[in-house]
């Protein structure tokens, strides 16, 4: 999830800007202070694209509704809002209803015009980029094997896989995703970006090898998630942050350009991470998503699109709790059905659920890149759902 981020840190820590290293990363062994420096210079710590926004912002209004009263269990005991902005170390926090503001919070020095890392949230934005492919025709299917796409992935281990396969982390390709082993292949493919040679990322997928057919196993696996940006480039003939900028950063009145890291200066676009935006624009984006990918009245997505990209599937027989680069929530609290996110390590939420109407983002600077939330993420979120139904 975090690749781009540790080359950037590993070939260029920088003392005047206090930007953790790379071992401070993998470790989470990184001061408060430091870790928010880090997560708002995304633009500096890897080679990236810009995606211009356009001329014209759209302004929230805000809810004649305001969000109080917020009260939620964790672990058994009671806590209020106040607690999960603290103990979960929230950034930022934007709450719309009906499409207008109903809370809206920053913290950690963290403002309106911070651009705030991404991590595992680009994923969810490339799968709608994809979606917006589909509809305009440069992708003519999910069904499409991905090497009629991706040239560098002919005659290796994903001849046979599909885009669909690739979305739902299904593609059957053995892969380790554990960040703190160097022989994980998480930590090889880093070491492959860490040449900085266009290419290199697709070069080390080639190499995997089967764990079984496609469509029969889910594993996760970010490197994989950088292959829809090999899709998406190859069918749209641009950059990615062009193709973003082109179809959705320059029309949703997005307040600042975005920025997207990419494998080398020049090279491929990392679709599985590495996008910094404010808080409000990531607001923009989840509320188009939250809207069913309709833009002024016109469709920007097939019919459906989210409806699936949203929902959980089966794989292998087994129902597994993931989409197309979106998470669904977990069956449990009745307020939270319909409703999926997009999720970054370190605590980033794109939080949708159509049926509210409602769109929650949360931006955080938690201390490990999992495994260190206090409060209970899903307990809050379905708080707040019910605080202005």
């Given at each position: 999830m975090f690749l781009a981020l540790l080359y950037a840190l590993a070939v260029s820590p920088c003392a005047a800007q206090r930007i953790a290293g790379m071992q401070e990363m993998l470790d989470g062994a990184m001061l408060p202070s430091v870790e928010v420096e880090t997560f708002e210079h995304t633009e500096t710590l890897y080679p990236s694209n810009i995606a211009p926004r356009g001329p014209h912002v759209r302004e929230f209004n805000r809810n004649a509704q305001q969000i109080q009263?917020?009260?939620?269990?964790?672990?058994?005991?009671?806590?209020?809002?106040?607690?999960?902005?603290?103990?979960?170390?929230?950034?930022?926090?934007?709450?719309?209803?009906?499409?207008?503001?109903?809370?809206?919070?920053?913290?950690?020095?963290?403002?309106?015009?911070?651009?705030?890392?991404?991590?595992?949230?680009?994923?969810?934005?490339?799968?709608?980029?994809?979606?917006i492919a589909l509809h305009q025709g440069l992708i003519s299917s999910l069904d499409d094997p991905i090497t009629r796409y991706a040239a560098a992935l002919r005659g290796s281990v994903y001849e046979g896989v599909t885009i669909r396969n690739v979305l739902q982390m299904a593609s059957g390709v053995k892969w380790d995703e554990t960040y703190t082993d160097p022989a994980s292949d998480c930590r090889k493919l880093m070491d492959a970006q860490l040449t900085q040679r266009p290419g290199a990322s697709m070069a080390y997928m080639a190499t995997l090898s089967r764990a079984g057919p496609p469509g029969a196993i889910w594993n996760y696996n970010s490197g994989e998630a950088n292959i829809a940006g090999a899709i998406l480039e190859s069918a749209t003939g641009k950059p990615l942050a062009a193709y973003l900028s082109d179809t959705l950063w320059s029309k949703l009145g997005m307040e600042r350009d975005a920025t997207w890291w990419t494998e080398s200066p020049g090279g491929m676009g990392l679709s599985g991470t590495g996008i910094g935006a404010?808080?409000?624009?990531?607001?923009?984006?989840?509320?188009?998503?939250?809207?069913?990918?309709?833009?002024?009245?016109?469709?920007?997505?097939?019919?459906?699109?989210?409806?699936?990209?949203?929902?959980?599937?089966?794989?292998?027989?087994?129902?597994?709790?993931?989409?197309?680069?979106?998470?669904?929530?977990?069956?449990?609290?009745?307020?939270?059905?319909?409703?999926?996110?997009?999720?970054?390590?370190?605590?980033?939420?794109?939080?949708?659920?159509?049926?509210?109407?409602?769109?929650?983002?949360?931006?955080?600077?938690?201390?490990k890149p999992t495994g260190s939330t206090v409060l209970d993420d899903s307990a809050f979120l379905a708080a707040v759902a019910r605080s202005l139904q």
């Amino acid at each position: 999830m975090f690749l781009a981020l540790l080359y950037a840190l590993a070939v260029s820590p920088c003392a005047a800007q206090r930007i953790a290293g790379m071992q401070e990363m993998l470790d989470g062994a990184m001061l408060p202070s430091v870790e928010v420096e880090t997560f708002e210079h995304t633009e500096t710590l890897y080679p990236s694209n810009i995606a211009p926004r356009g001329p014209h912002v759209r302004e929230f209004n805000r809810n004649a509704q305001q969000i109080q009263g917020i009260r939620f269990q964790s672990s058994g005991r009671t806590y209020d809002l106040f607690d999960y902005l603290a103990e979960n170390r929230i950034a930022g926090i934007l709450v719309l209803k009906n499409g207008r503001i109903a809370f809206e919070d920053y913290e950690l020095g963290a403002g309106p015009q911070t651009r705030w890392a991404s991590f595992s949230m680009a994923k969810s934005v490339a799968s709608t980029l994809i979606g917006i492919a589909l509809h305009q025709g440069l992708i003519s299917s999910l069904d499409d094997p991905i090497t009629r796409y991706a040239a560098a992935l002919r005659g290796s281990v994903y001849e046979g896989v599909t885009i669909r396969n690739v979305l739902q982390m299904a593609s059957g390709v053995k892969w380790d995703e554990t960040y703190t082993d160097p022989a994980s292949d998480c930590r090889k493919l880093m070491d492959a970006q860490l040449t900085q040679r266009p290419g290199a990322s697709m070069a080390y997928m080639a190499t995997l090898s089967r764990a079984g057919p496609p469509g029969a196993i889910w594993n996760y696996n970010s490197g994989e998630a950088n292959i829809a940006g090999a899709i998406l480039e190859s069918a749209t003939g641009k950059p990615l942050a062009a193709y973003l900028s082109d179809t959705l950063w320059s029309k949703l009145g997005m307040e600042r350009d975005a920025t997207w890291w990419t494998e080398s200066p020049g090279g491929m676009g990392l679709s599985g991470t590495g996008i910094g935006a404010t808080l409000r624009d990531y607001a923009r984006f989840a509320f188009f998503v939250q809207q069913d990918g309709v833009l002024d009245g016109k469709r920007m997505v097939p019919e459906g699109w989210f409806e699936q990209a949203g929902a959980s599937h089966t794989i292998g027989g087994k129902l597994v709790n993931y989409g197309y680069f979106w998470w669904p929530l977990p069956a449990g609290d009745p307020i939270h059905a319909g409703a999926f996110e997009a999720r970054g390590i370190f605590g980033q939420f794109m939080y949708i659920n159509p049926r509210e109407r409602l769109v929650i983002v949360v931006l955080s600077a938690r201390p490990k890149p999992t495994g260190s939330t206090v409060l209970d993420d899903s307990a809050f979120l379905a708080a707040v759902a019910r605080s202005l139904q």
